[in-house]
Every structure is written in structure tokens, then in C-alpha cells.
């Protein structure tokens, strides 16, 4: 129990209790020690990000989070540590009247995503989508409702009845799981709260407790922009990390993970899973996006991880460049198709956001201490920047 | 039994409650004017039946069911009048340690059903299967969470963490149903109270509030037994019916929809949804329970329905015959697998099975009365078998 | 009439001469003995049917057949008899320039269907679709694209190659199929000779050797046009029968298989397949299309078949609402989408012609005699009228 | 146009000569200046090969491949030059009466496997798997009926019809592949042929007309060995490469295509395709199979390369672990299944032979000349050596 624990020298009390301060500050405040993957001169891919460099440059899309750190030492079930929360997409405001069109794609399908059924039959999406932790999906699912039923009192009385789009990752490595710890009011408030504009990462939201490549993981995000000859279009990527085994991860190609072998879990947690959500103003059709879907797979694959067997890898993709209305006035629609020969470029920007969602969760993600003292370490900055110059691949240091 | 038969007339308040009474007797009260498919002289197809013509002839499998009926009256959302409950599907006694093959198959996916990920990925169910109203699912499923924690406390402690199935069917013509009533106790009650033998069908469990071809709908079962050359197998079904437009109906390929036109409810209910759950204790591998999954649907279509728009129809199969330790000792396990070459009486009992099970709840279910005095009519079996006999059907009139 | 019916006594050769000249007549020749199903006064479902009940009465789409009949007797491998074919459904002039949108289902895989591969990723259809037997799929899948390259000389020369849609099922109780007789040019005529108007049905085309419920099966179609309010579509199906045991089969839900139990092949032959094309003018998106394909599965449950293990039970769908270019000039197109909510009487114009279609093929069908004097009989028409009133189906009788 | 078109200086004419010459060698001819990638120093991923580092590493796994290369100058549509070829991959003898487990995967599916209906229907695989290119489908398909009609006289009189396993990729931009060059008796020489021991790569069988990464490209093989603790399983993959664009390519995550961006194509080539076989002799289930036929994408996708829309990306997995009997005499079989807690060392070898396989083909390959004096330039190795240094690749550095 020595020596992986005196990282980075015996902890003391008093610094958990900071680390913990820390990853209670408000979801969206600026951790100065940590930074974006291209802050660090780390570029992936080579087409373009969008404004924030996230899943809200695509224009309409709002993320909400809570995060709730509360608690500490050992496990009580039920009781606690609390290091979770949850992470709500809105692809558009009053998605419901105006769904979206979308669809999914499940590499490997250890894991829960509900109201997918759904959304590969009509090929839109009509909710928020609410990221959490497993235990939890059933009442974050049962909130939905209830935020549903205050927007639309109709609902199940007249009206459609919901059905909640939610998805998770196992963190009980540092969270009191069985607790199921959000509420219908944390639900709510993600909701509610969504804002455009810079999305927090890391060790917040539904990413508070999860761990990825035996690192501190979480919420990621990224974006591509398209040149004007490929339709000026936006591709937005928010994943939640909680995936991979540290031999396996690759950043950009490099073999991050067999460079850095210290800063191990104490022991193994679960496989983990990962959640990508794609969004794009593209006018891909339904089936179109089930093949952006699965790009995003083929991002996730560019980081080294293997699509384990206790891994819930799921993908979701929308396009808000349609407009479904609730009870249509009439049978059609007139609308704007995207020509599967014009996808190139939304494959491509797919995989690049999705890489860099990934690494960007990582290199946001702060040191977290949870149940029974269990720690998931950041991965250092310096000592990434280090590998990535021995393998040719930090052309442009930046001084941070 | 005249007033209430000349909608829209009012209805005596006694009558109302009279019924409410009726409804609220235990869930396996027998009901003396009513009565199951082959009891009425009507057979559907050619096999044999199992000992109770029921899920249960499966060796092993059981079920149990809450019913809840409680109030009358004008709706006040949240309050009720209730007519919702659930219904258990116990594949084997500690199926998460003794998981089940199983596959699942969605002929129109509007509706939810969750876990399948997992059950079409790993090939295996691990969990009971619960069946209740739409907006109670995110509660359904959290409370097999609970059940599941009392069960086993490492359970996302140290043991992987569950992924509860919960299938739903839209009950909100006759339930309250943004009250979502379904309590945790409820389900527990359900999924521990699971017996073999006798199942209730029609307006029980889950079946409730259910309307199908705007008849009384809910819960039905059947079953076939193979020959010893087939295998000797057993093929189950329970259905909960909650589909179909008053014309689409029919019973062993007569138009009955078409001949009994009244007994209408009040207004269109929506479309509904049906969950189908196969079980069997052939050696079928997962492949081949998808196969088994996708011949319900075929039986389904033999009683006229179309799978509409807002109809969410599911058919999950699983098989008893192997044993897959939960956390294995090998990596390997000596098994028995079906050759596909004697997989065709598993279809045909497959479907002959789900036909029957839908007519069964059909017959089975009571005149139920509900929100608003909205009121799903029984299909009333007199009338039914002046039908049948008309077109040929009625061999063999039974004395009843 | 009556030597060959008294089955397994020797058929005279004058007879068999006589049979094959009547199988020999052009395939759009009327057989006065024959008929189709709503002819006879059975009527399936409720819907209007399109002017000539055929695929063909969606604009636009035209059908070629090419009937092989030749010589008689024992069976030489690679010499004949031949009972076989090729029949053309082309979804609309230039199709490879103005794709349609397309899906497909499969709802037995137990055959082929080139080219679905495409069909899903892409949401298009691009080549005609041709039918045939299934040792023949090699040969008339390289005729298309000796077709093609006629056509478009630069197809695999810097224009994109072309990947056949080609759907065979299993005629070998009446073909020599290890002979391969279909020839190009017997693709090519078919292709190129297809007409819109009406279309021949029974054993034509690639119907010629089919066998059905072991009655003489093969091409059958009919239509549905819906109403203005519905949007005035028309549906279309053309199904190519080769399915079912006698048991099962069922006309309008009426189990004639089981009345007439005689006519029976002199040994059992393999359970067949069907492939049932569906076409459409209504604006259906790919995945709409792929939720009607799934529906021509419901039609064919219908007919009693249980999509046995030995038969492909594959379902196609297109929609010539839109035009796709190939090599588009620009990255989007204006389409008209269907709304989801206006689909359902495409859903149910579907089963109903998929279920008609079928009768068709049956009604249309004359008794054909193939290799080693192996005779799969029509069924007969007046003990179908007969069965149909017994059991109340056959309101008006009609005079023939 | 000048500098790339005079590598390696402008090419005489009894150059291209000689090297079709030695492309018209033996498959089997080493290359004496070629490699594969391990020998280069360059190491995938952390398992260990097999004996060949081959698909025939899986015991009883046979390759055999016939390559055409006749003519040279101008393309005459249907005369040549050809550049293409045929490769066999049998899972073992007698595969028809012994059949293996399998499943597939279209990642994308533009492009053809025939076959997968069925193979996804039954979960198993009966024929051997046939590589071709695009336009030779039909014929190859065609020739392996003939090939089982050899074997098999009952097939089609009696006994089953077979349903080819044929897949391809377009080499229409070195081959006249209008010519449709594979004739019945190269496909018969190239299952006949199939030996089991070391394979050829590169520009051999169906790979001669095949470009990757718009390097030359065609087939290639690796394998890997779990450890004893593992089950001891093989796993092997053989590839059919031609997809890619330059700027994608990475190998063992190096952008090696961004560092050697000449040596490029006259012209793009179409987007390509990849064919993927895994072969593997640890008894995985189909719907564990279809997991490891995704896993081969996930190593695809390692490479680099987007399955931009034009390319036909699929993977085929089986199973030599049981064998399925044809015509079994019993309803059910003792076999030994996987359980799916052992899968992931068998994903992690699906992955990184499916990444070496891709390399080797690249390094295997030789420059090819073909339609038009169109030109595949072969990867340079002392330069792809030179960056792999760079990036911190070459440990080991190979004296050659």
C-alpha cells in the first residue's frame, strides 16, 4: 500500500480537504493548473476548432452541470463520499416542439443509454440528454419526467409521454454509487442552467467520479469547423471519459500510457465506459447520422482504448439543421439534405473532436480523492509535455 | 350492465364502484365471466400448450404482479385515479448469478425498453424483467437498484454494477399516470412475490391500465410444448397488450375488429405499445434467440396490428438452458447449443404462443374504468364466439 | 386433368408437352383459368388498391420479365430441365444518375440479397433490382454490370463501380439451378424490356420455378393508393413466393392450407424464401423506408409463413419521392421529408399489398412441371372460393 | 507533375517490364527488397504473434491466392492491362459439412461481401471467403458455385444451394477492371491452392490492384497468441487494403503519411475499401464474434483512416473452435463456449493484428504500374524507417 500511495509524498489530511474545496468550486470556474490539450501544443487532426472549442459552437447547443462533491473517507453506503453529478445537452431550446434529427451507435454495449430505441426508430431526438452515474439513471430518468411535466403538464394527459435520454458511467470508484446521490432538483438545475459558451471539463458534471486510462477522467469536449467549400458546417463532440487501462492510451498517437505508469489507481476500478455525443447544424439525415455516430468510434479508437468488455461505449449524434415539429400541421416537410458524398469532412471532424474530447477530459481532469481514501491522479501536464516532445509531437512548446 | 354500455350516457356511480372493487381483488382472483382463448373453443394453431398455457411452464421461470387501483374520478395529476402496477418476469431464481441467454428485437422502437444494450451485447440477461407504465420507468428501474443493493450490498461496491430492464407500455387513458404511482415497494413486492404456476392476465400487473384494439388490454400468457423429437422443449410467452386500432383486430385471422364495432372508448387513446417475453428452455444461443425475439413480432402481426407510429413494440426471448456464472472460475464453459437446423418448431411455437397470449389478455381483461370515467370495454366473449362461429372458427362451442 | 392428379402414378408425356407450352406463352399472356385474389371476391384489408394493383402504379417504377422454360424430364445437371427466370424491378429511369432513397430488412437471412450493404449506409438505391434463382446470383449480378458498362462506359474507369442488387431464392424442386440458365441477355432483356402497367404474375420470371405453401408459387403484386388526406401515395409491391408449408398458409386470415391438404410435391422441397420489393412515391427518409420494409414482414406473417430456418425472408424498400444525383453538383439538396407522424397508412398499405401480393402469386400461379416430372400444383381456385365461404370471407361471390 | 512522376527517375520501359515480371512471379516469391513492418523494428501493440504472424497461424486456417498481372500501356476496356487477382482465405476442410462460427461487421458499406446475410443469420460460416476486386463479384461468386458444385454434386439437387462469401475492393485504378480478369478456374486455383504456413502480402492475389494511403497497397497478415492464463487462443487477420487518404495514415500512431507526402498517385483514386478476416480457434459465440469483427475496426481505425464514404470498410470474424455439422443428426451439440469475461484479451489481438496486418501490407507491397501507366508507388522503407526514428518509434533499429 506504500508507494503508490506517497504519491506525491504522503498526502496529507489537509490536502485532500483542499483537492476536495477545490473540486467543490462551481463547475464552470478556471483551474489554473490545468489546461486544453492544444493549450499544451498538442494539436489534433488537422482541421479547424470552432470558436470555444467545444460541442456549444454548434449554435443552439447548451450544456448544463452539476457537480456534487460532498464528503469524505470511507464508504457508508448510501451515505457517502459524493463525487458525482450530471451533464445535460440541450441540442436546441424546446427541443420537444422542435426535435432534432439523430441517431445512435453502441461499439460496445455494456452500459445504458435509454430513449435510444426511440431515437433510431424516428430518427430524432426530442430531450435533453442527461449524462450520469449508473446507479442513478433511473431517477435522473424519473426527473426528466418531472421537468417534462412542469414544461408540459400535458404530457401523459393528452400529450406524448417522455421517454428520457440517459446515460451512464459506473464511478463507484469514488463515489458512494449505491447512495444515488442526484436529485431531481440537480436535474433540473443542469437543465435549466444550460448556457452556451465555454463548457467545463474534467472532474465536473457527470464527470466528478470517473476515472479514464487509470487517470482522473470526465467530461471532454471539442469542435470542427468546415471550410466554406464544405459547407461552413460546425461538428461538436462532449464525451464523458470513464474508460481504458493506462497501457492502453494513446494521445495523439503517442504511447502515452507505457511512458507513464505510476499514478495508478490502488487498485483496478470497473472498465468504465465512455459517452460520446456528437452534435452538428449539418443537414445530415438519420441515417447519416448513425455513420457520424459511428466516427466517433473511430476517435475513440485513435486513443488506444479497446472497447473492453465491462465498457459501455456509446455514441449519439444529432443535427440541429432541422426542425421536426411536435404534431406537425401537415404530412411533409420541406428540408435541407446533406448529400452522403458532402459526409467526408463531417467523418473527419468527427474523429478529430472526439480524440481531443478525450484529451482534453484528461488534461482538465483534476486529482480526485473519493471513498475510502480511493484517488484517481491527474495526468501531469509537464511530464505529458515531456512524453509528447521524446515522441516528435510538441512542435510548438508553449509557455504556460 | 345496461347504463354503462350506452356511452356516452352517464354512468351510476355505484357501477363505478362496483368495478373499482372487482379490479382491486387480489391480481390471481379468478374472474368468473371471464375467460381464456382456448377455454372459449378458440385454438390457435396446432401445438400443444404447456400445463398452464403460461410463461411459466418454463421450468423455473416466474412471475409476480402488483396491481394498483385506488380512486376514481376526474384526473388530478399526480393523484390519480390509479390503474397502473407491475409486472415481475423472474427468468431463474439468482439470475445474476446464474445469468440466462437472451436476445431483444424492436419492430417499432417508440417506446422503452432498458437493459438491451447490455442483454444484445453480452448475450445474456442477468435481471429479473419488469414491465409497468411509461413515465414510472425511471422509477421502476430504480428500484430494482434497490432490490438488487438488498440482494447484493457489493453491488457498484467492489461487484459490477445493474442495469435494470424495464419495459413500458402508455396506460394515460385510464391511469394518472404523471403520478407515476408504481412504488419502490411495489416492484419489490412484484419481482419477491414471483411464483410458477397459474399466471393472472388482463387488467393486472402491468397490465392494469392497458387498452389494446381498444378493448380492455394487459397481461396475457400462453405456451407450447415440442414434441420429444422436436426436443421436448417448452416456449413461453407473456404480453403486455396495450396496441392496436379497433379494426386491425384479429382472433385466429377473423376480422373481429371489424364485426364488433362499438364498445368504443370515449376517444382515441394513443396507440399504445406491446411487450412481448419469450422464454424457453431450449438450448438456443443468443443469435438464435434474436431469431426467436423477431418470430413474436411475427405473431403479433397475425392478430392485425401494424405497428404504428406510437407504438412501441418489443420482444425480448432468454433461454434457462445455460448457466452463465456471474464472475466466472473459467474462461471457458462446457455447454449445449441448438443446431439452427431444429429451430423451426421454436418459431412456430414462438409464434403460435404470442398470438394466443394476445387474445388471451383480450379475453381475460374486465371493463375497466378510470381516469376522467374514461372506460376500456372487455371485449365481451359472447359476442366474440358468435364471431368466431360465424366464420368457421367455433369447432367445438364450449359449455361455459 | 385427371392422370397427373393421381399423383404418384405416371404422368403421360403428351401432358407434360401440353403444360410446357402453356408455360411457354409470353409471360404478360392472360391465362383465363387463373386469377387474382380480389377477382375471386377475397379482398384483404381495407385500403383502395392503385389502377393495375402493381408495383408499377407508383410512377414511374417499371417491371421486366424473362420466363426460361425448356425441355422436360429427368434432371441432367447443367442441361435442364429449365424452370427459371429473371424479373426487373426498376425503381425509375437513369436510377444510377437519380437514386431513390432505399432500405432494406432482413427478416430471415437464409438467402441473398446483393447490395444491401449499399442500400443502408448510403439510403439509396442506385441499380435496378433484379429477382432470380439462387445459383444464379454470380451470373446475373456480373449481367448488370455488363448492363451498366454499356450504359456508362466509364463506370470502373474513373466512374464509381456498380454494386448489383440481386435477390434469388431456391428453385431447384423444379430447375435444374445447377445449370445456371439465365443468361446476360436474358438480364439485359429483362431490364430493358421493363414496362410500367400491368404486371404478369405466378410462375413468370423469376417466379417460374418457385413453390409456395407447396403450391405453385412465384411473382405476385399488388397497391395501395392512399387518400388525399393521407397524401394521396401509392404503395407498390412486387414479391417473388417461394415460402411456407402447406400448414401454415392462411388467405385473409382464413387457414386454407389446412383444408386443402392434397396437391401436394412428391417430396418435400427446401422451406423457400421470399423477397418482397416494396415501392413508394410517398417523400419516406431511409430510415422511414427501412420501418415499411419491416412492415412487408408483418404482411408476410400474415400468411401463416414462419420465416423458416431454410428460407430468406428479405424485404426492400424505395421511395421515388426524391431525386439523389449521382456526382451532385452541390453538397445539399431541397427535399420533401415525410413526417413520422404521417406514416402509418403507409404502414398499413404496405401489409396489406405485401399480404395481396402473395395471394396473387398463388391465384396466379399454374401448376408447373420441372425436372424428374416434379410437379408443384396451382392452387386450385374454385376449392379456394369454396374454403373462402365456409369460412365466411366470400361476401360476393364473384361470376368467372 | 514532373517531380513525383520521375520516381525513382522516369521509368524506362523494360523497367516496368521487369517489375511486372517479378510481380508475375509465385505469389509466394519473397521480395528480397520488401519487409514486413516487425521487421523493420516497427512493433504493434504489446501481444505476441503466432509462428507466421499469419492467419494461418490459427490452426487448420488455409490461404490461397492467384495474381494476375498481364499487359501493360493504355487501358482497352475489357482487354487490359491487368492488375488484380484473387485470394482464398479457407477456414478449414470441408468447411461445408464442418461449419465454424462467424459474424460480420460493415464499419462502412460501400462495397460488397456477399455472403453476410447468412453468415449473420445462422452464425456461422460454410464456404471459404473469396477477395476479389469490384467488378469480378459476380463472376467469383458464380465460379464458387462451380467449385462447390465439384465437391458437392447434391448441391441444388437435394441437398443445400450454396450462398458465396465474396468480397471486394475497386483496383480500377491500376487494373481494366471492366475486363472482369478472374476467371472460374483462378478462383478454383486459389481455394484449391490454399496452404496453410507463411502468406504473401502486398501486391499478390486480390491485393495487386489495390492502393492504400494512395501508397500501393493489398494484402496483409498478422497474428497474435494469447498466453496460456489467456486460453492460449491464436487470433489472426488478413486484410485486403485499399482505402486511405495520405494525409491519414498513421502507423503504430506516427502520421507517416503527413511526413512522406510525395510518391503520390497521378490522380486520386477512388476512396478504396478494406477487407478484414479474423480467424481465431478460441470458441467465441456469433454474437461474440460480431464484438471481435468491431474490434478489427477499431484497429482499422488506429491506422488513420476516416471509412470516408466511398470506401467499403468490413470485417469478418469466425470461429474454428466448433464445428457446426452440416445435415447434424442431432437436435443439439455439446460445444465449449467463451465466456465473455475472457474476451478481452482476444479484442486486444483482434486490434493489433488487424493494425500490424494493415502495415505489412504497406510494407509488403511493390510499386505496381498498371492501367494508363497509372502508378501505385510502394511505401519507401529506409524512409518510413527515417520517420518512425523521428517520432521515437525505432527502438530497435533492423539491420537489413
Chains 1, 2, 3, 4 share one sequence.
Not at 26 to 37: F, G, H, N, Q
Not at 85 to 105: E, L, Q, Y
Not at 348 to 368: K, P, R, V
Amino acid at each position: 500500500m506504500g508507494a503508490w500511495f506517497s504519491y506525491p509524498g504522503a498526502m496529507p489530511k489537509r490536502l485532500i480537504v483542499g483537492l476536495l474545496l477545490l473540486a467543490a468550486l462551481p463547475a464552470t470556474a478556471a483551474e489554473p493548473s490545468r489546461a486544453r490539450l492544444r493549450d499544451l501544443g498538442v494539436t489534433i487532426g488537422t482541421m479547424t476548432p470552432g470558436k470555444y472549442n467545444a460541442i456549444t459552437d454548434v449554435p443552439g447547443v447548451k450544456v448544463g452541470q452539476v457537480t456534487l462533491v460532498r464528503g469524505d473517507g470511507k464508504m457508508t453506503p448510501g451515505k457517502g463520499p459524493v463525487r458525482t453529478g450530471v451533464t445535460a445537452i440541450v441540442p436546441r431550446d424546446d427541443v420537444w416542439r422542435k426535435k432534432v434529427h439523430a441517431a445512435s451507435f453502441a461499439l460496445n454495449g455494456n452500459g445504458e443509454v435509454t430513449g435510444t430505441h426511440w431515437i433510431n426508430e424516428a430518427g430524432w431526438l426530442e430531450t435533453p440528454i442527461l449524462l450520469t452515474d449508473t446507479l442513478s439513471v433511473g431517477k435522473v430518468s424519473d426527473a426528466v419526467v418531472t421537468w417534462m411535466g412542469g414544461r408540459f403538464p400535458k404530457m401523459g394527459d393528452g400529450d406524448d409521454v417522455v421517454l428520457p435520454v440517459v446515460a451512464e458511467c459506473d464511478d463507484s470508484f469514488l463515489n458512494d454509487q449505491q447512495g444515488r446521490h442526484v436529485s431531481t432538483a440537480d436535474v433540473i438545475r443542469a437543465i435549466d442552467g444550460a448556457t452556451s459558451g465555454p463548457v467545463a471539463e474534467g472532474a465536473v458534471g457527470a464527470g466528478t467520479g470517473m476515472v479514464a486510462f487509470r487517470f482522473k477522467g470526465g467530461i471532454g469536449t471539442a469542435s470542427r469547423k468546415l471550410s466554406k467549400e464544405e459547407g461552413g458546417y460546425t461538428v461538436g463532440v462532449l464525451v464523458n471519459c470513464n474508460m481504458g487501462t493506462r497501457e492502453d492510451l494513446r494521445i495523439d498517437g503517442v504511447p502515452v500510457g507505457r511512458e507513464i505508469t505510476d499514478l495508478m489507481p490502488r487498485y483496478k476500478p470497473s472498465d468504465g465506459s465512455i459517452i460520446v455525443v456528437v452534435g452538428t447544424d449539418a443537414p445530415a439525415l438519420p441515417h447519416q447520422l448513425r455513420r457520424i455516430a459511428m466516427r466517433a468510434a473511430m476517435g475513440l479508437a485513435r486513443t488506444g482504448t479497446t472497447a473492453r468488455q465491462s465498457s459501455g461505449d456509446f455514441m449519439l449524434a444529432f443535427s440541429t439543421a432541422t426542425v421536426v415539429p411536435h404534431g406537425p400541421d401537415a404530412l411533409t416537410m420541406p428540408i435541407t439534405a446533406l448529400h452522403n458524398d458532402a459526409i467526408n469532412p463531417l467523418f473527419q471532424a468527427t474523429i478529430e473532436a472526439t480524440e481531443e474530447a478525450i484529451g482534453n477530459a484528461l488534461t482538465s481532469a483534476t486529482t480526485t480523492v473519493g471513498r475510502d481514501g480511493n484517488t484517481a491522479y491527474a495526468l501531469p501536464l509537464d511530464r505529458l509535455k515531456t512524453v509528447m516532445k521524446k515522441y516528435g509531437r510538441l512542435k510548438e512548446p508553449v509557455a504556460r
